[in-house]
């Protein structure tokens, strides 16, 4: 099992930052590919960036390239998700999510283990 919690979320203005940040506990952390995936009222969950065991391959979706970041902390248990010149469209809850193999999957299927998601909502 693992376990994964979320944190960082808030409200910011249009164009503001945030930084997410999921911590896991449980079985070691960098046998997992790691995703973030978030959930806007009323949509179906979407795929926002992942991220390898390594931390050397990160792919991000279409709608966030060139403003989000997603990276790893190994030794921290850590995965982090650096979110730049957000969007009112970006507001939704972000879940982080752990797959049980090392490659990296866009897919919701895909991943195994999940957080409970931590709100993020931007204002125009």
């Known amino acids: 099992q693992v376990q994964l919690v979320e944190s960082g979320g808030g409200l910011v203005q249009a164009g503001g930052s945030l930084r997410l940040s999921c911590a896991a506990s449980?079985?070691?952390?960098?046998?997992?590919?790691m995703g973030w995936f978030r959930q806007a009222p009323g949509k179906e969950r979407e795929f926002v960036a992942a991220?390898?065991?390594?931390?050397?391959?990160?792919y991000p979706a279409d709608s966030v390239k060139g403003r989000f970041t997603i990276s790893r902390d190994n030794a921290k248990s850590t995965v982090y998700l650096q979110m730049s010149n957000l969007k009112p469209e970006d507001t939704a809850v972000y879940y982080c999510?752990?797959?049980?193999?090392?490659?990296?999957?866009?897919?919701?299927?895909?991943?195994?283990?999940w957080g409970q998601g931590t709100q993020v909502t931007v204002s125009s």
């Open positions: 991220i390898n065991w390594s931390g050397s391959r990160a």
């Open positions: 999510a752990a797959r049980s193999l090392s490659n990296v999957r866009t897919e919701v299927g895909s991943y195994d283990y």
């Open positions: 449980g079985r070691t952390f960098r046998n997992y590919a």
